[in-house]
């Protein structure tokens, strides 16, 4: 089998030339760079197994090296050398998925064995697509944020409804994300490149929401000076999203059934019906089925609407997608609010994780942009997230207070694996997918600390 393509990316002249010598004598494949831009032209030209990059390199850093490789060249397995082995690198060069990081000097024997760990079984990673690369390539789905089972349940049922023409309730709490789910819903379809029209039930007054939905005729009421289009007729052959259906008071609720059966509207004030070309998707936080039993709800209306209910899970049930929400939101916020330099550190993710976000994904989402707008320094700190997070967090006080005080690099990450481990039930996968690495990466971390359970007892060195 063919040894793994190396690329050596170190400013230092005589120390490049040495390690990339020391791993063509390895027998690797060996490229060298001096500067991160010259690494991915080599990147580009010519796939690499591995990049084995200094961390303070002359222009674009290591760091930002790294992440464009865990963006661009998912394939491809890095390992960081610094001089300046301290626990903030380290755990940023962690979260960015690095495989490895080790100090300066580098013993080259050391490296070469490292290098071949990495590289061990790397050709063998072609698998057969998961559940979730399907449904990621589906247009529309490709930015839904989150991996969990749960979730992959809910867009697989999308993503099969998608490109009929079939009505869709959407179910779930508060800021669980019913309207991003319905856009995917409508650009993974056949409409995608049409209207895709929302309104909200719940945010308009009754007595305007007939004008809003269906649209008027001039002086059919008081202050109706000239025709107006509602929102059916604004998302005519494409899609309508219906946000809190359940909020549609009773003489509305005969209107929408009409347009569902007869694809026909009448609008105020009008002698004639207007045909439309919609397809219906409808949300609600309520319970419908009790909302027909109270008599809030037509039964007919909601049989209608329910042909393909689907139901978004809560945050609680989904836990291990809040690192990836509260990575995602954070990019986005400090580039909204110009921070790029701000760093949230792995160390502080299990106070999110350990939180029960009774308003979801929005309300993580404003705790995010809240810790942006008020953190001061490059760093956030404990004291930076909300007081709701603090005392609920499952995170460790004492592996915050290590990291400020600049402790031990191996004593932090293996405490941050440890944690981790201990959180999602010695679930590799999931621990890995939480930390940002693969779970080869982890595996190696947790042979390299000899990390085990309580249970278990570590193998003597004899055996």
Request: proline share 4%.
């Amino acid at each position: 089998m063919q040894k793994g393509r190396i690329l050596v990316v170190e400013d230092d002249e005589i120390l490049r030339r040495v390690t990339q010598a020391h791993l063509q004598r390895e027998g690797y494949p060996t490229a060298a760079a001096g500067d991160a831009i010259e690494a991915l032209k080599i990147l580009q030209h010519e796939p690499q197994d591995l990049v084995i990059a200094d961390l303070n390199l002359p222009g674009m850093s290591g760091l930002e090296l790294l992440k464009i490789i865990r963006c661009d060249f998912r394939q491809t397995e890095v390992v960081m050398i610094t001089a300046f082995g301290t626990v903030v690198t380290a755990v940023e060069a962690m979260r960015w998925g690095a495989y490895d990081y080790v100090s300066k000097p580098i013993h080259l024997y050391e490296l070469g064995a490292l290098a071949h760990r990495v590289l061990e079984g790397v050709q063998s990673l072609n698998r057969t697509p998961s559940t979730n690369t399907k449904v990621r390539q589906e247009p529309g789905f490709e930015n839904v944020i989150g991996e969990s089972p749960p979730l992959l349940h809910v867009l697989n049922q999308a993503a099969r409804v998608a490109r009929s023409e079939a009505t869709v309730l959407i179910q779930g709490e508060t800021g669980t994300g019913k309207e991003v789910l319905a856009k995917a819903i409508h650009f993974a379809s056949l409409r995608r490149e049409r209207p895709f029209v929302t309104i909200n039930c719940g945010a308009i007054p009754a007595e305007l929401l007939q004008s809003e939905l269906f649209g008027h005729m001039r002086g059919s009421f008081t202050g109706a000076i000239m025709h107006k289009r509602g929102k059916v007729e604004f998302a005519d052959t494409g899609t309508l999203f219906l946000d809190e259906v359940g909020e549609l008071p009773m003489e509305l609720q005969v209107g929408l059934l009409r347009l569902i059966q007869e694809r026909e509207i009448e609008k105020v004030g009008a002698a004639y019906s207007t045909k439309v070309d919609v397809r219906i998707i409808a949300a609600t936080n309520r319970n419908l089925g009790a909302s027909v039993r109270e008599g809030s709800f037509r039964e007919d209306l909601y049989y209608r609407l329910s042909v393909v209910p689907i139901r978004v899970p809560a945050l609680r049930d989904r836990s291990e997608d809040i690192a990836l929400f509260v990575r995602s939101f954070f990019e986005r916020s400090k580039a909204r609010h110009g921070k790029r330099s701000l760093i949230l550190d792995p160390i502080l993710l299990p106070y999110f994780t350990g939180y029960a976000w009774p308003g979801n994904v929005r309300q993580l989402e404003n705790a995010i942009e809240r810790i942006v707008l008020l953190s001061n320094g490059d760093h956030v700190t404990l004291m930076d997230l909300p007081e709701f997070l603090r005392p609920a967090g499952l995170g460790s006080e004492q592996s915050t207070a290590m990291a400020s005080a600049g402790m031990n690099l191996g004593t932090v990450e293996k405490n941050l694996i440890l944690q981790s481990l201990v959180q999602f039930g010695w679930n590799q996968t999931r621990a890995a997918k939480y930390l940002g690495i693969s779970r080869k990466a982890l595996l190696y971390r947790i042979r390299k600390y000899r990390i085990v359970k309580a249970d278990k007892k570590p193998r003597s060195a004899a055996s």
